[in-house]
């Protein structure tokens, strides 16, 4: 069964910093992993999508990197701003077509 | 890109009461769609897997009748919460696979308060 990790659970930053987000995965045997950003009370927005073929991917600031050997994730966030504030989720795919999601990252980004 | 339009985005109703929640894919055709709940600051949790045209697969506690789910057409898929008690008030979120069937998208979440 496939479990995922998204250490730590929140994170504050000044404005500006560089930032990472980790996520972790059991099972290798993926097919797509997708990083998505949750605003409170909102659905979740797609941010970055890695087909298990790719290595990573770029959107704007955002950098998403996939490293299926070790079962790791990372997104990168660069020149972080108040208004990245959100939560940050990891989801995977299987076989099976069901997501499966880690327990998010609230990053907040103070001014 | 692929747009999943869910309505409505509050509802409060009586307990006993039914609510239906629509979730429609505005630019692509979606033949499965996917139901999930949110307890609050908890992660996504499946609820069911709707298919066009076929009964939904319920995950496991999740309670069939009380969960009603239909999906009529390529486009449209109905979650009712049938006879609603408070305990079922939380946060209803469907989603979709893409037309290229890599990526999921989101519908913006129904928030359902039973009183």
């Known amino acids: 069964k496939q479990e995922v990790t998204q250490i730590p659970a929140a994170l504050s930053v000044p404005e500006g910093e560089n930032l990472v987000l980790n996520c972790s995965f059991t099972?290798?045997?993926?097919?797509?992993l997708q990083w998505f950003r949750q605003d409170p009370g909102k659905g979740l927005t797609s941010l970055l999508l890695?087909?298990?073929?790719?290595r990573e991917q770029t959107s704007g600031r955002l950098n998403a990197s996939l490293d299926k050997s070790s079962g790791r994730s990372t997104l990168y966030i660069a020149a972080s701003q108040p208004g990245d504030s959100a939560t940050y989720l990891c989801a995977l795919s299987g076989a099976n077509s069901k997501l499966t999601f880690g327990k998010g990252i609230t990053l907040s980004v103070r001014p | 890109g692929a747009v999943v339009s869910q309505h409505p985005s509050r509802v409060i109703c009586k307990s006993g009461t039914s609510v239906k929640i629509e979730c429609r894919s505005l630019?692509?055709?979606?033949?499965?769609m996917f139901w999930y709940r949110q307890f609050p600051k908890k992660s996504l949790m499946l609820m069911a897997t709707?298919?066009?045209?076929?009964?939904?697969?319920?995950e496991q506690g999740v309670e069939k009748d009380k969960f009603l789910i239909n999906h009529a057409s390529l486009t449209l898929s109905t979650l009712t919460v049938t006879s609603a008690h408070p305990e079922d008030s939380s946060f209803y979120i469907c989603?979709?696979?893409?037309?290229?069937?890599?990526?999921?998208?989101f519908g913006s979440g129904t928030r359902l308060t039973v009183v």
């Open positions: 099972d290798s045997a993926i097919y797509n």
């Open positions: 989603s979709a696979r893409d037309s290229q069937g890599y990526g999921y998208t």
């Open positions: 709707s298919n066009e045209g076929s009964k939904a697969t319920y």
């Open positions: 890695i087909q298990s073929s790719q």
């Open positions: 630019d692509f055709q979606a033949t499965t």
